[in-house]
């Protein structure tokens, strides 16, 4: 079973930053990628960033620039540094493994104020 522990959301005036951190164990391919997405009231759930086990990245057009995804130094952890936050990164952030198995942490809140 694998479990993934979330921690870092709150609340930010726009331009402002926050770093989420992640951390996964249990049983864990060693390909497995990690990734952070996020869902806004009435909104679908959608990939914020994602970290390959090659060290690739993946990011969502509208936060390339200001959201960084990098690995933590334990295994299977990751953390995003995201800056100049704007009032559209409202959402619950939700920690993803897939290994390939989607497995998912319980979610962080991130509220933005103008």
């Known amino acids: 079973q694998v479990t993934l522990a979330e921690s870092g959301g709150g609340s930010v005036q726009a331009g402002g930053s926050l770093t989420l951190s992640c951390a996964a164990s249990g049983s864990i391919a060693r390909a497995a990628s990690m990734a952070w997405f996020r869902q806004a009231p009435g909104k679908e759930r959608e990939l914020v960033a994602r970290?390959?086990?090659?060290?690739?990245?993946k990011y969502l057009d509208s936060v390339k620039g200001r959201f960084t995804i990098t690995r933590g130094s334990a295994n299977h952890s990751i953390h995003m540094r995201m800056n100049s936050l704007k009032t559209e990164d409202t959402a619950i952030y939700y920690c993803?493994?897939?290994?390939?198995?989607?497995?998912w942490g319980q979610g962080t809140p991130v509220t933005v104020s103008s």
């Open positions: 970290i390959f086990y090659t060290d690739a990245t």
């Open positions: 993803n493994l897939a290994d390939p198995f989607m497995y």
